[in-house]
């Protein structure tokens, strides 16, 4: 390689310094440059004195890497609803298991389910009324056959009785037979209208029954747009803040299900750029590395990913999932760039002039302007692929300076705390409404106020109905009139007729009893409801809402009074909008207890964060299971009160650590210089003092740790 002298502004620099060593001592800073004052106003500048600051051209790896924050989460799929709705309810809550068919969503199916009771009640009346009357027809048909059996009967026989045709006896017989068969060509017409009786019975009946399963049909499909079915199994592990009655927009996502056997780690979106160009690419948990593929995004995808859910993430999939569970932290490796063990030196040793690159080579008092061919470099460091060789020294003001103490790194644990205040959440509540049907309804009374605990069975509200005296005298004696009727009937059929004239009866009578339990039943609808009604909480829970009406209100049937939320289905609600939790972390919940006492209790994550969801489920807030009876416990503490946002507060607080790494190499931040976006340490050796770059994979309070670069034992200065 050529070596050049400097320029006569660098030989002058050289010469200062040789006659400066004439006059220099020993001190520690020899190289410095010291300033003062003489007895004038005139400031004296001492001669630079020793060799100049240099660094040695040594082997080095360079890092040109990225770290990402990641969570093992499970695969997810959403769903929503395909019509707008009304929201009615989850069929499953986050955490529940989910089989293929299982209902995840109910929408609001009153109307359509009222329809389908009214037509359910119109076959079956249709079913009973039609096997009715085929037995009725059967009856009759059986004894108009034997009428004409018996007439057949009775005319053959004397036909065959009488004389010849030739006879001349024959016309007046004729004559005398007339009447035999008039009887029995009457009774031969009367079986042939009943058969055509049954026959039109029975098509009608087919062509009803046909009808009013396709109406079944169609209403049951209407339903079925209202209620959604998962496709495949698993758990529920996302549902959107909705409560009953709450209108969601069509393709709304509403829920989500996630196979907790399908694993990925999930990531804010990294460039497929990127990843492809990238040298290197593996996740770490808990100080392991993990190998990962990952998912391809072309720039239409993103384009469609974006326009769906908002922000776009990027996933990653194990190849060994079964190393992994759901919930853990982890991190994906970037390497862009690395040079292992290549011949570095300080880049600002290194100097461009014009398209070529120079360094100042110290040797033997001389300084040797040095053309260099560099390769990758770093916020400290340029690889010299040509033009030096190991143990060169190069001028550089980035020579260590050796620290007044050190540290051996060792391996350890590094994480972040969350700590939030806790709400208590219903996903699932019933709104207790009025009853009656009929009459006239008035509140009478609020028994409860909102955000209150309440036990089964406890009253809730109180409704007066006024039945309609009218209509309920009409029945009345629209019952009594058919009951007197079918006294008659019963009296009549107890005397001595014929068995036909008894079956007529027998059929009176059976119509008579229909006609009186329909009055009767029309009748109970009307009086079921009268006086004041108290309608009573269907298990223990909290009151949400309530209506905004008075007492001595008029109100309709089904108005909506006390909105209940059971409190078996009940989670703590956290805001984390910063994807720090995810499905299956251990959370701990504080709270002040009936003894004013600090109480703990454990729970556990049920829904997956913001990164594997979209926008619309993207909520910013986590659900935590807990025990009911830590339910009742928080409840019965009397320490609620409600929160700006509107829901249920309690004092207690939701505390665990997050983007936990165990056994890391931990580096204390006191120890590391940043430059340029790379990170080093000054590790200590048998040669002395040299700067080190490593990868940071995260930090806590005081320590980072080293996703690559240093090793377990290594000794670094702290200052």
Known sequence: MKRQLGTWKKMKWIILLVVASMFAGCGENNNTVKTGKASGDEELVDPVVGIPAYDVASYRTLYDAEVYSALVCPSVEEYGY???????????????????????????????????????????????????????????????????????TDYIAVLSDGPDEE???????????????????????????????????????????????????????????????????????????????????????????????????????????????AEDIYAIVDGVRTEVMPEIIDKTEYQRLQAKNGTVYSSFYPVDPDALSIGQYA????????????????????????????????????????????????????????????????????????????????????????????????????????????????????????????KKDQVLAKVEVIPDEVEVNRLKRKIEREQERLSELIEEKSKDYSEEINYQRERAIRARNQSIQKLQKDLDELQLYAGVVELKASCDGMVMRMTEREAGDLIGYGEQLVELCGSERCYILVEDDQNRLTYGNKVTITYKDLSAMNHTVEGEVVTVNGMSLSSELATGYALISID????????????????????????????????????????????????????????????????????????????????????????????
């Open 82 to 152: 395909e019509t707008k709705q009304a929201f009615g309810g989850y069929g499953k809550l986050p955490g529940e298991t989910v089989n293929e068919g299982d209902v995840l969503l109910y929408g609001n199916t009153e109307e359509i389910d009222k329809k389908i009771e009214d037509m359910q009640e119109a076959i079956d009346e249709e079913e009973r009324s039609y096997g009715e009357s085929i037995a009725d027809f059967t009856q009759d048909l059986t004894e108009a056959k034997k009428k004409e059996a018996q007439a057949g």
């Open 331 to 454: 991190v994906i490796v970037v390497v862009n760039e690395k040079r292992e063990d290549v011949l570095c030196v300080p880049k600002d040793a290194v100097k461009k002039e014009g398209s070529a690159y120079f360094v100042n080579v110290y040797e033997e008092g001389e300084t040797l302007h040095t053309e260099v061919k560099i390769g990758m470099r770093d916020g400290m460091y340029a690889e010299i692929l040509e033009g030096l060789k190991a143990g060169d020294k190069v001028l550089s003001d980035s020579t260590p300076e050796k620290g007044k103490a050190t540290k051996t790194l060792q391996r350890g644990r590094v994480c972040g705390e969350f700590s939030e205040s806790g709400y208590l959440f219903y996903p699932t509540s019933e709104w207790i409404k009025n009853p009656a049907k009929t009459g006239t309804c008035y509140l009478k009374e609020l028994c409860v106020s909102e955000y209150e605990p309440v």
């Open 628 to 719: 009911p009876e830590e339910v009742e416990s928080i409840l019965m503490s009397g320490s609620g009160q409600m929160s700006g946002s509107g829901w249920y507060r309690n004092r207690f607080t939701v505390e665990t650590d997050v983007r936990v790494m165990e056994d890391v190499i931990l580096v204390p931040k006191t120890a590391v210089k940043q430059k340029d976006g790379s990170y080093y340490v000054r590790v200590k050796s048998e040669d002395g003092i040299s700067y080190v770059s490593f990868v940071p994979g995260g930090s806590d309070l005081s320590n980072f740790w080293a996703a690559a670069g240093l090793k377990e034992g290594m000794e670094i200065c702290l200052d």
């Open 167 to 277: 006879s001349p006896y024959y016309s007046g017989f004729e004559k005398g037979v007339l009447p035999l068969e008039g009887i029995y060509k009457k009774a031969a017409l009367e079986r042939r209208r009943i058969e055509e009786q049954i026959n039109e019975l029975e098509t009608t009946h087919a062509l009803t029954k046909t009808h009013n399963e396709k109406l079944i049909q169609l209403l049951a499909a209407e339903r079925e747009n209202v209620v959604v079915t998962a496709g495949s199994s698993g758990h529920v592990v996302a549902s959107g803040l909705y409560y009953s009655g709450d209108t969601i927009t069509q393709g709304t996502k509403v829920a989500a299900v996630g196979d907790l056997s399908k694993k990925q780690l999930r990531t804010e979106f990294i460039n497929q750029s990127t990843i492809q160009k």
